[in-house]
């Protein structure tokens, strides 16, 4: 989910070398002073992304851990009803090490925790690594391993490739995607490659797709079969592998998703499908193997390929399987990737020989996260359902994830959110308003634009709608007519649209240009919302002319000086000055005439990456802040004719600005950077003299540098957009 590609270039690009300016003066900074105490709590959105694997521990009731694709790991407090975040102590450095590939837990020593980590497999991503915990995730050792995990990638939602031996509890087994099978004698303290498995691993598999313990049996599925070679592997002695006989082919049990086993029936229960997921599968079968005789049958609720009621096809596959611990032959499974008829998940009470979808008599209540109806009259019962997990203590107690949140009911009818605490979001746009009911509008990848009245409840209004986006691209506000917002995103009734009660309620541009649809990116407006500058850039990185408006949308008129990709920013103080930033040259230009021209001003500043990011101070005009990533802060007081280094900053990711502090005359300063040798998030009460450290080392959440706000009503106060654990904020106390 959530653009990975965006996250990658602004980590990747940050440790570009600095650029020497000729001519450019310096300010002089002054030592740090005393840093002061945080509090940072997640702003209430509810969930917001794809939740990969459930895991009920067998042996202690009311505790299970979640993962998430990009957002860390997750354990369920039952007392509380809510989930505690366990690796938001990972910093910019391990940004790679957010996503969790897989969980693995001990059933005879039930404080032992392990996390497969690794976000991405490709060439730039750093390693995987695996964490080995104690005491439920509150503190943890760490490996780094030699290989490459994919938590985000094709497959993220198929089995846990992580499993403690049931014969030994200090040997761990973990599957790799293009590594083959690694083993560890020691808890997880260093592995090797496990000797005698048969599958070959290459560059651009899936590998093993699931670990699964069937009484002291291990099996082991793989992803890479065409169909008729094997993909389903075990071992008795944990030395000797080989294809178990008998197995199911063809499109429809070409990769195996996800496996549960029945202790009392001695069953191990199989959801394959004809790709790894969550995307692209069309064909899927469900099938069960006795384990005592090696018989095989197949117990598919319902075959892909009927015809839907438009005419359509009803293509999907299979995804989660679980089994009750406490009734035997008892066991879900879930459809994914069915996008005609919705997903649903099967119950059955007499080992898959009969089944009840229970969608049909679902009654779900997402008051507490309404965004879930995705700007309609009610929430669909799900997608991409990959993660299903069935509690051992409780047999009407099911979970199931969703590319946004997790259902769970108690009575197999009435569903309901089961996500507190959980914050998922790759957020990327945020405004604090000076004035109104919202102290926050935030944009973010796969929920669109939110205006969030309350930060500790997820907003009553939902995602933004009149048009619903999926993914927010742009979002400003006019700094004198506050109530005056525009936004932007990819959608399918329109691109863009205004609001004239800061964010409440929308009206859908009345045209836009035909790059929008295909192309949206972010937009301006000027101080007192008479000019919209709105720019277009394709999700491959195509960059296209910028467009004006003056009439809220209802005609637009190229521009064409206007730098192409460049983000625009508006005077705080002056409506017919814009500024952008052209990364390819290193440039700062500027419009006198509300956007309809724009000259260069400064020149020879570092160039070559798109993320560089220009701020206009608050109340001031020609007030430009412009943070360089590896190449430092830089400030222009005279509207970009001249830039001078911030002294004291080694690098800056995103900048923001906040109420001033007592007695001070210019805003506090906010900023993601390093003042030293650490990347972290920072606050400067003097004009950047100094700085001081606000996150500390449990608090960092991986990548931060998309953007930074500081609220100018309440001093102190920040917001933090994080790649995958939401919006964070910090108070001081």
Same mark, same amino acid.
């Given at each position: 989910?959530?653009?990975?590609?965006?996250?990658? +270039?602004?980590?990747?690009?940050?440790?570009?070398?600095?650029?020497?300016?000729?001519?450019?003066?310096?300010?002089?900074?002054?030592?740090?002073?005393?840093?002061?105490?945080?509090?940072?709590?997640?702003?209430?959105?509810?969930?917001?992304?794809?939740?990969?694997? %459930?895991?009920?521990?067998?042996?202690?009731?009311?505790?299970?851990?979640?993962?998430?694709?990009?957002?860390?790991?997750?354990?369920?407090?039952?007392?509380?009803?809510?989930?505690?975040?366990?690796?938001?102590?990972?910093?910019?450095?391990?940004?790679?090490?957010?996503? %969790?590939?897989?969980?693995?837990?001990?059933?005879?020593?039930?404080?032992?925790?392990?996390?497969?980590?690794?976000?991405?497999?490709?060439?730039?991503?750093?390693?995987?690594?695996?964490?080995?915990?104690?005491?439920?995730?509150?503190?943890?050792?760490?490996?780094?391993?030699?290989?490459?995990?994919?938590?985000?990638?094709?497959?993220?939602?198929?089995?846990?490739?992580?499993?403690?031996?049931?014969?030994?509890?200090?040997?761990?087994?973990?599957?790799?995607?293009?590594?083959?099978?690694?083993?560890?004698?020691?808890?997880?303290?260093?592995?090797?490659?496990?000797?005698?498995?048969?599958?070959?691993?290459?560059?651009?598999?899936?590998?093993?797709?699931?670990?699964?313990?069937?009484? +002291?049996?291990?099996?082991?599925?793989?992803?890479?079969?065409?169909?008729?070679?094997?993909?389903?592997?075990?071992?008795?002695?944990?030395?000797?592998?080989?294809?178990?006989?008998?197995?199911?082919?063809?499109?429809?049990?070409?990769?195996?998703?996800?496996?549960?086993?029945?202790?009392?029936?001695?069953?191990?229960?199989?959801?394959?499908?004809?790709?790894?997921?969550?995307?692209?599968?069309?064909?899927?079968?469900?099938?069960?193997?006795?384990?005592?005789?090696?018989?095989?049958?197949?117990?598919?609720?319902?075959?892909?390929?009927?015809?839907?009621?438009?005419?359509?096809?009803?293509?999907?596959?299979?995804?989660?399987?679980?089994?009750?611990?406490?009734?035997?032959?008892?066991?879900?499974?879930?459809?994914?990737?069915?996008?005609?008829?919705?997903?649903?998940?099967?119950?059955?009470?007499?080992?898959?020989?009969?089944?009840?979808?229970?969608?049909?008599?679902?009654?779900?209540?997402?008051?507490?996260?309404?965004?879930?109806?995705?700007?309609?009259?009610?929430?669909?019962?799900?997608?991409?359902?990959?993660?299903?997990?069935?509690?051992?203590?409780?047999?009407?107690?099911?979970?199931?994830?969703?590319?946004?949140?997790?259902?769970?009911?108690?009575?197999?009818?009435?569903?309901?959110?089961?996500?507190?605490?959980?914050?998922?979001?790759?957020?990327?746009?945020?405004?604090?308003?000076?004035?109104?009911?919202?102290?926050?509008?935030?944009?973010?990848?796969?929920?669109?634009?939110?205006?969030?009245?309350?930060?500790?409840?997820?907003?009553?209004?939902?995602?933004?709608?009149?048009?619903?986006?999926?993914?927010?691209?742009?979002?400003?506000?006019?700094?004198?007519?506050?109530?005056?917002?525009?936004?932007?995103?990819?959608?399918?009734?329109?691109?863009?649209?205004?609001?004239?009660?800061?964010?409440?309620?929308?009206?859908?541009?009345?045209? #836009?240009?035909?790059?929008?649809?295909?192309?949206?990116?972010?937009?301006?407006?000027?101080?007192?919302?008479?000019?919209?500058?709105?720019?277009?850039?394709?999700?491959?990185?195509?960059?296209?002319?910028?467009?004006?408006?003056?009439?809220?949308?209802?005609?637009?008129?190229?521009?064409?000086?206007?730098?192409?990709?460049?983000?625009?920013?508006?005077?705080?103080?002056?409506?017919?000055?814009?500024?952008?930033?052209?990364?390819?040259?290193?440039?700062?230009?500027?419009?006198?005439?509300?956007? %309809?021209?724009?000259?260069?001003?400064?020149?020879?500043?570092?160039?070559?990456?798109?993320?560089?990011?220009?701020?206009?101070?608050?109340?001031?005009?020609?007030?430009?802040?412009?943070?360089?990533?590896?190449?430092?802060?830089?400030?222009?007081?005279?509207?970009?004719?001249?830039?001078?280094?911030?002294?004291?900053?080694?690098?800056?990711?995103?900048?923001?600005?906040?109420?001033?502090?007592?007695?001070?005359?210019?805003?506090?300063?906010?900023?993601?950077?390093?003042?030293?040798?650490?990347?972290?998030?920072? +606050?400067?009460?003097?004009?950047?003299?100094?700085?001081?450290?606000?996150?500390?080392?449990?608090? #960092?959440?991986?990548?931060?540098?998309?953007?930074?706000?500081?609220?100018?009503?309440?001093?102190?106060?920040?917001?933090?957009?994080?790649?995958?654990?939401?919006? #964070?904020?910090?108070?001081?106390?």
């Amino acid at each position: 989910m959530h653009a990975p590609s965006l996250s990658r +270039r602004a980590v990747l690009a940050g440790t570009a070398a600095a650029v020497a300016l000729t001519g450019v003066p310096s300010l002089q900074g002054r030592a740090h002073a005393a840093a002061p105490t945080y509090r940072w709590r997640n702003v209430v959105q509810g969930g917001t992304g794809f939740v990969t694997g %459930v895991l009920f521990h067998p042996s202690v009731r009311g505790l299970a851990y979640a993962r998430t694709d990009i957002g860390g790991a997750y354990r369920w407090d039952d007392s509380a009803a809510r989930w505690t975040p366990l690796i938001d102590h990972l910093g910019w450095d391990d940004w790679n090490l957010l996503g %969790v590939e897989a969980i693995a837990v001990d059933p005879a020593h039930p404080n032992r925790l392990y996390l497969a980590l690794g976000t991405y497999a490709q060439s730039w991503a750093s390693n995987g690594a695996v964490l080995r915990s104690d005491d439920r995730g509150a503190t943890w050792r760490r490996t780094d391993l030699a290989v490459k995990l994919g938590a985000n990638e094709d497959g993220r939602g198929a089995g846990e490739r992580l499993l403690v031996d049931p014969r030994a509890g200090d040997t761990l087994w973990l599957g790799t995607r293009h590594d083959g099978l690694l083993k560890s004698t020691d808890r997880g303290a260093t592995w090797a490659t496990a000797p005698g498995f048969p599958a070959t691993p290459s560059a651009s598999g899936q590998g093993v797709t699931l670990l699964v313990a069937a009484g +002291r049996t291990l099996y082991a599925g793989w992803g890479d079969s065409d169909g008729t070679a094997a993909n389903l592997y075990r071992t008795a002695d944990g030395i000797t592998w080989e294809a178990v006989p008998g197995q199911p082919s063809g499109a429809a049990a070409k990769v195996p998703i996800r496996a549960a086993y029945d202790q009392h029936t001695r069953e191990l229960y199989l959801t394959y499908a004809n790709a790894p997921g969550p995307n692209g599968q069309s064909d899927g079968s469900v099938h069960a193997l006795c384990t005592a005789t090696g018989k095989w049958r197949e117990v598919t609720p319902v075959k892909p390929g009927g015809t839907t009621p438009d005419g359509g096809t009803d293509s999907f596959g299979y995804g989660g399987v679980a089994v009750d611990a406490r009734r035997p032959g008892t066991l879900v499974v879930s459809t994914n990737n069915r996008w005609a008829l919705v997903d649903t998940v099967f119950r059955s009470t007499d080992g898959g020989r009969s089944w009840t979808s229970l969608k049909d008599s679902a009654v779900l209540d997402v008051s507490e996260t309404p965004y879930l109806k995705w700007g309609g009259d009610a929430p669909k019962f799900g997608w991409w359902i990959q993660a299903l997990a069935l509690d051992p203590y409780d047999s009407r107690h099911v979970v199931y994830g969703t590319g946004a949140t997790l259902y769970g009911t108690r009575d197999l009818r009435h569903w309901a959110p089961q996500i507190r605490g959980i914050e998922e979001a790759a957020a990327k746009l945020l405004i604090s308003p000076p004035a109104g009911e919202a102290h926050l509008l935030s944009g973010c990848g796969d929920i669109g634009v939110m205006y969030h009245e309350k930060l500790t409840a997820s907003p009553s209004r939902g995602m933004a709608s009149n048009p619903v986006f999926g993914t927010a691209t742009g979002l400003a506000q006019a700094a004198a007519k506050p109530a005056y917002v525009v936004r932007t995103g990819w959608g399918d009734h329109g691109n863009g649209a205004y609001s004239n009660d800061g964010g409440r309620t929308w009206t859908p541009f009345a045209a #836009q240009p035909a790059l929008a649809k295909d192309a949206p990116g972010p937009i301006a407006v000027n101080t007192d919302g008479t000019a919209l500058l709105w720019v277009f850039v394709h999700w491959d990185g195509t960059r296209y002319p910028a467009y004006r408006s003056t009439d809220n949308g209802a005609s637009w008129t190229e521009v064409p000086s206007f730098p192409k990709g460049a983000t625009p920013v508006a005077d705080p103080a002056d409506p017919t000055l814009f500024y952008a930033y052209d990364t390819d040259t290193g440039t700062l230009l500027a419009s006198t005439d509300s956007g %309809v021209t724009f000259t260069a001003r400064a020149v020879g500043l570092p160039s070559g990456d798109s993320q560089f990011e220009l701020v206009a101070a608050p109340g001031r005009s020609g007030d430009l802040w412009l943070s360089l990533k590896g190449n430092g802060l830089y400030r222009s007081t005279d509207g970009g004719v001249s830039f001078s280094e911030v002294a004291g900053c080694r690098a800056s990711y995103a900048l923001g600005f906040g109420k001033a502090a007592e007695g001070a005359a210019y805003p506090a300063v906010f900023m993601v950077g390093s003042t030293e040798s650490i990347t972290a998030v920072y +606050r400067s009460d003097d004009e950047a003299k100094s700085w001081v450290r606000i996150n500390d080392d449990r608090h #960092q959440w991986g990548w931060t540098g998309e953007a930074i706000a500081g609220d100018p009503r309440v001093f102190g106060r920040v917001y933090l957009a994080t790649n995958g654990r939401g919006i #964070q904020y910090g108070e001081p106390v």
